[in-house]
């Protein structure tokens, strides 16, 4: 597996709402680990092409893999970008269509997130039991320790890291429930608490934990 050069990973997966250097515009970077039990069994990473965004190149990918089908496998991606409107559809219907892998998805930053669009796209993920969360210290941590070319050298987080991520995560949960108001028109109450039930329950999990069993 090919790995990131240090200086993409910190300006692509940097949590900061903008940057100064003139590296030009950030793109998405996705980086995945597919895992049955403990053993990581296919991993690496995939970047936006001009006619194929980084989830469709991972879907793809993941579809070619001959995987047995009666094993309970798990994905979880590290993104730099929340998928677009588009992408979350995709997912879900892959999900949709492969009942055996689960998938969590943890975003460094939110992909204009002020758009409708995409924060339907979002509720779409959470509705479908693919959790997005927001990407903190032990996330930036792992992403450094396995796909990126480190040579050995010790995550370094930077200035504010935390203070960004928090404020991801409360966009994040303002997103939610606003969608827990939308959903009264078309589901239960009960659906409705699920839903709220699943937010509460993946925030609470460590790194060692990442993937609910659904």
């Known amino acids: 597996m090919s790995l990131l050069p240090e200086e993409i990973f910190y300006y692509q997966f940097g949590n900061q709402p903008q940057v100064r250097e003139p590296k030009g515009r950030r793109k998405t970077y996705l980086c ?7 053993e990581t069994l296919d991993q690496g990473y995939f970047k936006n092409k001009k006619k194929s965004h980084a989830e469709i190149c991972f879907i793809d990918k993941i579809c070619s893999l001959d ?8 994905i979880i991606c590290y993104v730099t970008w929340s998928p677009c409107a588009h992408c979350a559809e995709k997912l879900v219907a892959f999900i949709d269509d492969h009942p055996y892998l689960s998938l969590q998805v ?44 480190n040579q050995e050298r010790p995550f370094q987080p930077w200035e504010k890291l935390k203070q960004y991520s928090d404020k991801v995560k409360r966009r994040l949960q303002k997103i939610l429930k606003i969608n827990t108001i939308d959903l009264f028109s078309e589901q239960s109450s009960e659906e409705i608490r699920d839903l709220n039930n699943l937010v509460d329950a993946v925030r609470n999990l460590n790194l060692d934990a990442h993937l609910p069993h659904y």
Request: aromatic residues 16%.
């Open 32 to 38: 995945y680990k597919l895992k049955l039990l403990d």
């Open 67 to 74: 995987l047995d089908q009666t094993q309970r496998y798990k």
């Open 106 to 149: 943890f975003t460094s930053r939110l992909y204009v997130h002020w758009l409708w669009v995409n924060q339907r796209g979002l509720r779409r993920l959470w509705k479908s039991n693919i959790p997005v969360l927001a990407m903190t210290e032990p996330e930036f941590t792992d992403c450094w320790k396995n796909f990126v070319d």
